[in-house]
């Protein structure tokens, strides 16, 4: 069974800096993308930043330049660098991921969530 570990969250001042991890645990197929989401109290879950294998990032125009999506495939783990957070960053972060079988069978995961607080 595929897990999604994260690590990483936590309270921290307006101005500071979390780095995410999410760890993909007892998966044997290639990880094809992953992605960063995040849920807000009243808000819908929404898309923060995505890695594809070969490289290739996108992020969401409202942490664009302060977030770095970035994945260690040796280590089946992809981070999410959060530089100058603001209280608008809190939020439950969710990591996911789309695994790729030697077939070419996808399958998408999700974390449990990090709870991400940013105060003023």
């Known amino acids: 069974q595929v897990q999604l570990v994260e690590s990483g969250g936590g309270l921290v001042q307006a101005g500071g800096s979390l780095r995410l991890s999410c760890l993909v645990s007892r998966s044997t197929f290639s990880i094809n993308l992953s992605g960063w989401y995040r849920q807000a109290p009243g808000k819908q879950r929404e898309l923060v930043a995505v890695i594809r294998s070969g490289g290739s990032s996108n992020y969401a125009d409202s942490v664009k330049g302060r977030f770095t999506i970035s994945g260690d495939n040796a280590k089946n783990t992809v981070y999410l660098q959060m530089n100058s957070l603001t209280p608008e960053d809190t939020a439950v972060y969710y990591c996911?991921?789309?695994?790729?079988?030697?077939?070419?069978?996808?399958?998408?995961?999700w974390g449990e969530g990090t709870q991400v607080t940013v105060s003023s």
């Open positions: 996911n991921t789309e695994l790729v079988s030697p077939q070419g069978f996808t399958y998408n995961y």
